[in-house]
């Protein structure tokens, strides 16, 4: 018995073709002789083919369906194919060519792909709101990301660490290509992330000649965005780049009530108001990509950002202690955030053709991040009359995050293959920490030495994988280990200091097999860590507003997770259903933590108190559950996706003794239309129960959102419209309970906006002539 195995290229660019279908066909009655998926490099092998005359097909979404006559004896019954490209297809309807397309989402086993310009809710939108479609997925107000209930996620720009200061509620979503979420990432991916990763993947287009996206929105209420995405392919060059920016207001309403038991006495604050926020956001990105040969390509990429948010919070105060008078105050808190971000990366890709799926790659960045955040606090008597002493904290952060890492695979045959690779990460953040305060009457800030600081913080981490790949038959099994070292050290001036040297092991391991009737069972496994970040671990105070700071504790030591998931997905007749059983348990669950400041609080000389948030390692953790996705076309111009995460999730009591547990998740409801040839629509909805939390609850999140495209001028522009949180009741409200210490928080955000947006393609490109289109399932690669 024999094999045919080779590689599936995209003719023109010459990157990995994955997710096509390859028949073999027996000659001359066309007899299915057998049948495979490309995998994430584009190679497959079909086995246990017996000696004689074949037709070979090669079917992929979007491209011409390609066809060789192969042929085994057995004196020679391997067939190496080696590099097979397959050409574009566009299909004739109606007179007018539409490219095949990929779905807005698309559901793998153990990956989930967002394909950002299919999905008409983003329009005008942010990486956040598309991120609300994947199940287990919660984005709270500051944009910082869970998944399954842990906040521990890592996010990758480009497939590379993404900068420290990248907030997902302020990249805009016309920036973007994709979106990766990966669960449970394998060998060749950071360990860091006990809660997985998600990759943002920036447009870079590699078409011919000059191509582009222009693009301008604008929302209700002072919302506007603009995007220009360019290249131009000559030769074995090709040249892009993409300009961008957005400038947005929201408005918002929030209301506290927080009562504490301070030395025997009762104490009270009573707290609402409105806020208004204003971010703008600059970005320009620069690369050239050079291909002296089909086996090589080299990149070079330069990316500048800037992101300004000025957020105003106005409210009424009322404090109350025992039974002493209540004293009602004016408040007003001010945000001022001046970040920009800098980064030069540079890759390289080698492949052979005379030994399909061998690859080495290599890849070099530095990344410049800093900025200054200024919060201030002033006491005012009606509108803007000021009455007490102005406090403010200004932040001033440096940080250089040089890397460098190198990979390689080498199959040993079409059934296995090696692959490994090092890396090296270096974080140097000097940084200031300045305290002032403004007497009433003043026109000046005058710094503080008491409340003061400086500090210096550097990490590095050393990291090395390997891993092997076998598969036999219906069969496919991977094994890996990573091996990393983190050397931390912080120091803050005019005291604190924190040191940290630490080795860890993290194997990881995937079985999969694919069954009769376009089905596959996969079973992977995977330990992570989640490393503490330098303001969890520096003993420097942040204050929030002038009753509210966060401190970093230096003996905090990392988390660490096991991971597990058992997926199975079937396609039918256009319809795909994938499930995922998985389970993550935590040691040393490293958790957020709110108390009262007893100390601060007397020496304030107010009749409220001052909280303290810290961080400790509190036990264990563990979620488990059930996610669900099917697609369903419903007739030939409606389609449903749906999505839900079914989990129970369990937390440490926040005093260390016994535990906290509830059953959550979430769901989402996706129904594309096309009512007609240049028109479509979305109508989607989602879901987030309540969530516990060490010290208190997270109360349910939900709403719809809805939008409209319309195809323009013989598919040269597009208009799209969308709503969202058509009902507008998306709002968070959290409930904090701990010893002496009782809070509830809600926040009302602007979240019922209006956006209109036109999109001008230029080149090759042209508007989506459908919403998304039937997602390919999975290979099962590892990481997914």
């Known amino acids: ?220 209420r002072d919302k506007y965005s603009a995007y220009l995405n360019l290249n131009r392919r000559v030769g074995a060059f090709n040249f892009f780049g993409n300009a961008g920016g957005l400038n947005n207001r929201f408005r918002g309403s929030s209301a506290l009530q927080q009562l504490a038991t301070v030395e025997g006495r009762t104490a009270g604050t009573q707290q609402t108001g409105y806020n208004a926020r204003r971010q703008a956001n600059e970005d320009l990105r620069l690369g050239v990509e050079y291909a002296p040969s089909e086996q090589q390509r080299v990149s070079l990429t330069a990316e500048f950002y800037k992101n300004d948010l000025h957020h105003t919070s106005n409210f009424a105060t009322r404090l109350t202690r025992g039974a002493e008078p209540a004293v009602a105050l004016q408040n007003q808190n001010r945000e001022v955030d001046d970040l920009y971000n800098a980064r030069i990366s540079s890759q390289y890709r080698r492949t052979w053709a005379t030994h399909p799926g061998r690859e080495l790659s290599a890849s070099a960045g530095y990344i410049l991040d800093g900025g200054t955040v200024t919060t201030e606090q002033r006491v005012l008597d009606g509108p803007s009359r000021e009455t007490g002493p102005a406090r403010q904290q200004r932040l001033d952060v440096t940080i250089h995050l040089p890397s460098a890492q190198v990979d390689y695979v080498h199959p040993l045959d079409e059934r296995r293959r090696w692959s490994a690779g090092l890396k090296a990460d270096l974080m140097v953040t000097p940084g200031t920490a300045d305290y002032a305060v403004k007497p009433a009457g003043e026109a000046a800030f005058v710094r503080q030495a008491a409340g003061s600081y400086r500090y210096h913080y550097q990490q590095f981490i050393p990291q090395a994988y390997g891993s092997y790949r076998h598969q036999a038959g219906a069969w496919e099994y991977q094994a890996g280990l990573r091996a990393e070292f983190t050397g931390l050290q912080a120091r803050v001036l005019p005291a604190g200091s924190a040191t940290q040297r630490i080795f860890s092991l993290f194997p990881s391991a995937t079985v999969g097999r694919t069954l009769p009737g376009d089905q596959r069972l996969q079973l992977s496994y995977a330990r992570r860590l989640n490393r503490p970040n330098f303001l969890q671990i520096v003993a420097l105070p942040i204050y929030s507003d002038a009753r509210n700071y966060v401190v970093g504790r230096p003996d905090l030591r990392p988390e660490y997770v096991q991971v597990a998931e058992l997926g199975h997905q079937v396609a039918w007749q256009g319809t795909t259903l994938s499930t995922t059983l998985f389970g993550r348990f935590a040691n040393d669950a490293i958790q957020s933590l709110r108390s009262i400041d007893t100390l601060a609080t007397r020496l304030s000389g107010q009749p409220d108190f001052i909280a303290r948030t810290s961080y400790a390692n509190l036990g264990r953790t563990a979620s488990y559950g059930l996610e669900v996705s099917l697609t369903q076309p419903v007739t030939t111009w409606w389609k449903l996706t749906a999505n839900g995460s079914f989990y129970r999730n369990q937390v440490t009591h926040y005093t260390g003794r016994g535990t906290r547990a509830n059953v959550t998740g979430s769901a989402y409801l996706l129904s594309t239309f096309k009512p007609t040839e240049t028109l479509a629509a979305q109508l989607s909805g989602n879901y987030r129960a309540p969530l516990l939390v060490p010290q208190g609850r997270l109360r349910a999140v939900y709403g719809v959102d809805i939008a409209l495209r319309q195809r323009l001028l013989h598919d040269r522009a597009a208009l799209t419209l969308r709503v969202s949180d058509v009902f507008n009741t998306r709002r968070q409200h959290s409930q904090l309970r701990a010893d002496g210490l009782n809070s509830d928080i809600r926040t009302k955000y602007e979240t019922l906006v209006g956006y209109l947006g036109f999109t001008w393609f230029l080149g090759a490109n042209k508007p989506a002539s459908t919403i998304e289109s039937q997602p390919k399932g999975d290979t099962g690669g590892f990481g997914g």
């Open 1 to 220: 018995m024999g094999q045919v195995a080779g590689t599936l290229l995209e003719q023109g660019t010459r990157q990995p073709l994955p997710f096509a279908n390859v028949v073999l066909l027996r000659l001359p009655d066309s007899t299915l002789v057998g049948h495979a998926q490309s995998a994430d490099n584009g190679t497959f092998a079909l086995s246990n083919v017996a000696p004689g005359r074949y037709l070979l097909r090669a079917e992929a979404l979007g491209y011409r369906t390609a066809r060789r006559p192969v042929s085994l004896e057995a004196a020679a019954p391997l067939v190496r194919l080696g590099e097979w490209l397959i050409a574009p297809a566009p299909v004739q309807l109606r007179n007018v060519v539409v490219e095949g397309e990929k779905a807005a989402v698309v559901h793998e086993l153990g990956k989930t792909v967002l394909n950002v310009e299919k999905d008409l809710n983003s329009a005008g939108g942010t990486a956040a709101d598309v991120l609300q479609k994947v199940p287990a997925i919660a984005v709270d107000d500051n944009g910082r990301v869970s998944l399954r209930g842990n906040a521990s996620v890592t996010l990758y720009l480009d497939g590379k660490p993404a900068p420290s200061s990248l907030r997902l509620d302020q990249l805009p979503a016309s920036r973007l290509e994709t979106i990766e979420v990966i669960t449970n990432p394998g060998a060749q991916y950071s360990a860091q992330g006990t809660g997985g990763i998600i990759n943002l993947v920036q447009k870079k287009q590699t078409r011919p000649g000059w191509n582009g996206v222009a693009m301008v929105s604008t929302g209700t």
